[in-house]
């Protein structure tokens, strides 16, 4: 029943980088998406800005640590020439000043143009609003069966068509429940058990946290500051970034850097981020800069005070948090209130209660176990012509574009694989 010789389940990261590769190397593919475009995840990453990569690619940005693992594949395909794909299909690139690298256009879009721009000049049909429920072996190959799908936003939409296809190969690259506003979904692991696959339970990694207390105040305020984890009195991570308050929450690059961390030890008792907004100051300069302040402002209110110091809405929480009136003559302050003061802008505290949930995670923790596949051609070691990629694995990176590396890289190295390249 082979039509095809490789049919890819999803049009996300990994599986449009496996099409393109596979099809180089002269196989016929069809990929298979329930999104009504293919890539629709990948314009959400970065802001929109799509942070593909980075310059620093090593095994230790990987949790849980895959060094053996990542070593034979970044020595089966360098970073380097994950860069050199993308130079290849027309994308020019640019490194920020913590090595992240984005398209010149720090347009999402653009990456996803170069990507399905190839599998069109390749004659790569790409099936949309088509979701993969099953994958069997058959006697010459595998069948796939799938039905067609109304739009994610048609909530009344009923199913429709099914289907049964068949292929020489398949890559499963269905993605993880990040982002299920927008398609995001488990089925890809529903399917790695079916096939007899050991898939460890799913749950956010880079991710918004939740925090204790009302941040109303400060809801939409983007600062940049030092975060520190602290849990049990113990740091246990540090961060230096763009911090981000919610209604809710955190979120921001820093908090991103620290959420795996933060949720991980939040199992064992209570966690605290505290939040540095001048960590270019040691506490004892912090108070000499306060205190030297107080001379030439202390007849003005409060407010006036620290009217230039930093963000207002910052300042007045810090500020009720120290039981100081916002708009109390700075100069009958008590020294120990500026001290309070100086204490909160240095080490903001931020009391972690959880994460936001799938719906505002940027990469799920947990998935198919890497032992399960293999490290070059990611083929799957319990069933032959079967491969493994991104997302469903159970690897997950630091924030910076390691995600979407290792997505890149696990589908161009099985969609070599897959089309016996």
Known sequence: ??????????????????????????????????????????LSTGSGKCNFSNIKISPASYHPPSAAFLKKTFA???????????????????????????????????VVNVLTNEL??????????????????????????????????????????????????????????????IGGTAGGYELLRKLGHTVSPVRPSMVPL??????TELDGVRLEARLDLKAGGKHIARTQGELLFTSGGVSGPAVLDLSR????????????????????????????????????????????????????????????LAAIPWQAPAGQLSGDSLAAFAVLIKAFPLEITGSRGFEDAMVAAGGCAASEVCPVTFESKKVKGLYVTGELLNIDGDSGGYNLHLAWTSGILAGRAAAGK
């Open 261 to 320: 961390a933060a949720l991980e030890a939040l199992k064992e008792g209570t966690v605290i981020a505290e939040a540095d907004f001048f960590p270019d100051y040691v506490p004892a300069a912090m108070a000499r800069l306060l205190t030297g302040r107080m001379k030439s402002l202390g007849d003005r209110t409060f407010s006036g005070f620290c009217a230039g110091l930093h963000n207002e809405k910052l300042l007045k929480t810090a500020a009720g």
């Open 1 to 42: 029943m082979q039509e095809q010789d490789v049919i890819i389940v999803g049009a996300g990261a990994s599986g449009l980088a496996a099409a393109a590769e596979a099809a180089r190397a002269g196989a016929s593919v069809l990929v298979l998406e329930k999104n009504h475009v293919p890539g629709r995840k990948i």
């Open 210 to 215: 939740a925090v204790k207390g009302n941040l």
């Open 120 to 181: 069109s000049a390749r004659a790569v049909r790409v099936q949309t609003l088509t979701e993969v429920t099953g994958i069997f072996l058959g006697e010459d190959g595998f069948i796939v069966e799938a039905q067609k799908v109304p739009p994610q936003w048609d909530k009344k939409g009923a199913r429709g068509e099914k289907l049964r296809l068949g292929a020489g190969r398949v890559i499963l690259a269905a993605g993880g429940p990040c982002y299920p506003q």
């Open 76 to 110: 089966s395909l360098p970073p380097a020439r994950v860069r050199a794909f993308f130079g290849d299909l027309g994308l020019l690139w640019t490194k920020d000043e913590k090595g992240r690298l984005f398209p010149r256009s720090m347009k999402a879009q653009d």
